[in-house]
């Protein structure tokens, strides 16, 4: 368990409104990221944060926006969702330094776009 | 740019029976690579992860993987294995460009037949 939270858990959501998912760490690490995970995809990386107020594009990062205000929490905003944008969504950070790197992820967020 | 091939979506195997899901990568760099594992409903775990040394790695629940450079290789065996281990396997990998970015396989669904 590497202090990672997500809320919320699950949400039923409009295309067209806008919807935020937040992800909340307790051990002040510098690295957070934003997965989507997808059938036949595997997990693609939307936005990564190397610091407060430090964020950076993913793979797939068209139609989301991020903000990191605090060390602690990572915000993932679907400005108007759309039904491509159904999917559960993962939140990890990086534990270790350079090349020991390695990732540990919450618990996930099923959204459903309808 | 860095790749990841899981060539087998589904492995079906019998309880107590030998298994390895196959993993290859592409890269240009020296790279590092994981193996997670992802139960239902839940969040993705670490299974084992290969960053330098010793290309054989032990990992956790009895799982090991081989790195084979000269191949590109980072297959995932366990010698027997049990109802439990019925889950998604995802293998990642990064470099040392990018180790702060890692690149998700597709996944293997591992189904253990009693």
């Known amino acids: 368990d590497a202090g990672i939270t997500q809320s919320p858990r699950h949400k039923v959501t409009e295309t067209g409104t806008p919807v935020t998912l937040r992800c909340h760490q307790t051990?002040?690490?510098?690295?957070m990221y934003w997965y989507r995970q997808d059938p036949g995809h595997g997990l693609r990386l939307i936005h990564y944060?190397?610091?407060?107020?430090?964020?950076d594009k993913g793979e797939v990062s068209d139609g989301y926006s991020v903000s990191r205000s605090k060390t602690e929490d990572f915000l993932l905003t679907l400005e108007s969702a759309t039904s491509s944008q159904t999917s559960v969504y993962f939140c990890?950070?990086?534990?270790?330094?350079?090349?020991?790197?390695?990732?540990?992820f919450g618990p996930g967020t099923r959204l459903l776009v309808l | 740019a860095q790749s990841v091939t899981q060539l087998d979506s589904q492995v079906p195997v019998f309880e107590e029976a030998p298994v390895e899901l196959r993993c290859n990568y592409s890269?240009?760099?020296?790279?590092?690579l994981f193996w997670y594992v992802q139960y239902p409903n839940q969040g993705l775990q670490l299974l084992l992860k290969?960053?330098?040394?010793?290309?054989l790695v032990k990992g956790i629940n009895g799982f090991e993987a081989e790195f084979n450079k000269s191949q590109t290789s980072f297959h995932l065996r366990k010698p027997s294995v049990h109802i439990s281990d019925t889950a998604e396997y995802f293998c990642?990998?990064?470099?040392?460009?990018?180790?702060?970015?890692?690149?998700f396989g597709p996944g293997t669904s591992l189904s253990v037949i009693p």
């Open positions: 990890a950070i990086s534990v270790g330094q350079g090349a020991k790197e390695t990732q540990y």
């Open positions: 051990e002040n690490h510098r690295y």
């Open positions: 944060s190397y610091g407060v107020k430090d964020t």
């Open positions: 890269s240009s760099v020296s790279v590092y």
């Open positions: 290969y960053l330098s040394g010793s290309t």
């Open positions: 990642a990998v990064s470099d040392e460009t990018s180790y702060d970015k890692v690149i």
